[in-house]
């Protein structure tokens, strides 16, 4: 963010020469694909499809991947998120958590 702050640009790809996003791109795919993960959909800061709710984050990101449908982001929900290693005990106030939330609508 800085460095396009700085450059007058207005997009974060004018700062990377064709070639380098190229080589990135690649090889973030070959990560992915050798990782199983083949359907996925990417949105980037400053497009269409980007969601304007998530540019009211402290720190948003100026991109980011998903897996799964992108029309269930127009419907109402809530997002729990933690460890990827949760105690049994954190485990089991998450699904109480969740729990109280579905109840609630």
Request: proline share 4%; aromatic share 10%; glycine share 8%.
């Amino acid at each position: 963010r800085d460095k396009l702050s700085a450059s007058h640009e207005s997009q974060l790809s004018h700062l990377v020469s064709a070639d380098t996003a190229k080589q990135y791109y690649d090889k973030a795919m070959d990560r992915l694909h050798t990782a199983g993960i083949d359907q996925f959909g990417v949105r980037i800061e400053g497009t269409v499809e980007y969601p304007v709710r998530l540019q009211d984050a402290d720190y948003p990101l100026s991109l980011f991947y998903y897996q799964g449908l992108w029309d269930l982001v127009y419907t109402p929900g809530v997002a729990v998120v933690g460890t990827r290693k949760p105690t049994e005990a954190g485990v089991a106030r998450a699904k109480r958590l969740v729990k109280a939330l579905v109840s609630e609508g």
